[in-house]
């Protein structure tokens, strides 16, 4: 089927060209990273971890939420999720082939990925973060791949396939779960030493990538004659409205816990995050953006007007999508390391070179989602039914 992806018209053409050069400056900005070490980044003694894994930890939510429409599809035979499913699955790939770019290029040196391989510590939960990505990818690839092959020469799947989909299940959310294990892991982060960090992620998860998927069907349906089909997404909206309230009530306990309690601790990350402190507020205004996006899309969710309508609800995924980047993809990990162990803020700010390579490997991640999506839309464009 790979074929399939050798053909399209020159829009689809100029696409790919598009991300070709993105993906090329962001690999020069890494050769420059890989020959000068991650000092050319923003990481510092005081703060270790930053955009990269920030957009890791984001994407590891993404790959999880395909479970929103596997889990119906497959597990309570939900049939209209019959045409999007294969879309959340590519997703899926798509994403967590960048949240391993994006550690690969953490490490600095990307032999260091060895260290896990040679020498595995089964009581590291870096350890089962790797077995959990690498597991996950290979889960989504074969039952994606089969099940499509399968529907182009008009059979059922595999009787082998169906397992791996019951597994991919759980270890859809065992992925998140398991990265939320690295920060709550942590005593000495106090933001992170909360034990709803595995809850707050997987609702988060569950809003941000069905947001998502959500507008890529709607791209899909303009571009291609594949229609994933209005009752799906209709079922997807619906999922993404509990989340957001789960997600941004998850929020709320934190706040609350913090400030009831008196905790100086645990109130200083969240105080630098909305207000500042010690002079220092490089995020405040992208948290209060969030906040504002959160509560957008909330109103234009809730309602089911505007829920209902392509409009609107492209608006409220847009808004649901970028509130959850903020808040995950840039908030949470910064703030665990504010203030530092000696009560001292060390702010954090990307550098362009660290921009360059995160904005190369959202590239590649796209560059892999539209291949995988030229093949699916083929495929479904070729099997629908004749009028």
Known sequence: ML???????????????????????????????????????????????????AQFTFLVGVAASAVMVVLPY?????????????????????????????????????????????????NSILFWDMVVLNGYLFLNLLIGWNVLEAERKGVH??????????????????????????????????????????????ASAFASGPALLILLAFLVKKYTKFDPGKEAIDKLSQIITYA????????????????????????????????????????????????????????LLINPNTRKQEKTLKIACLATFFSMWLEKGLGLVIAGFIPNPFNEVREYAPTIPELMIAIGVWATGFFVLTILYKIATSVKEETAPSI
């Open 3 to 53: 074929e399939r992806a050798l053909t399209g018209d020159k829009r689809y053409y100029r696409w790919l060209m598009f991300l070709l050069v993105l993906m090329g400056l962001g690999f020069a900005s890494y050769l420059y990273q890989f020959n000068k070490g991650l000092t050319i980044t923003g990481l510092s003694r005081d703060v270790s971890w930053g955009f990269y894994i």
């Open 74 to 122: 497959y597990l309570h035979n939900v049939k209209v999720f019959g045409k999007i499913t294969i879309l959340g699955e590519f997703l899926a790939i798509a994403s967590v082939t960048m949240c391993l770019l994006f550690i690969i290029v953490d490490l600095g040196k990307p032999m260091r990925l060895l260290n896990v391989l040679l020498y595995p510590t089964p």
């Open 157 to 202: 799947y595999p009787n082998w396939v169906k397992p791996l989909i019951y597994i991919s299940i759980p270890w859809a959310v065992s992925i998140h779960t398991v990265t939320a294990f690295l920060y709550a892991g942590l005593p000495g982060r106090h933001y992170w030493l909360t034990a709803i960090m595995a809850a707050r992620f997987l």
């Open 244 to 299: 957001m309230i789960i997600s941004l009530f998850f929020v709320g306990l934190e706040v609350f816990t913090a400030f009831y309690s008196n905790i100086p601790s645990h109130m200083e990350a969240i105080e630098y995050l909305f207000f500042g402190i010690h002079g220092h507020g490089r995020l405040v205004p992208f948290m209060w953006l969030f906040l504002i996006l959160a509560i957008v899309a909330l109103v």
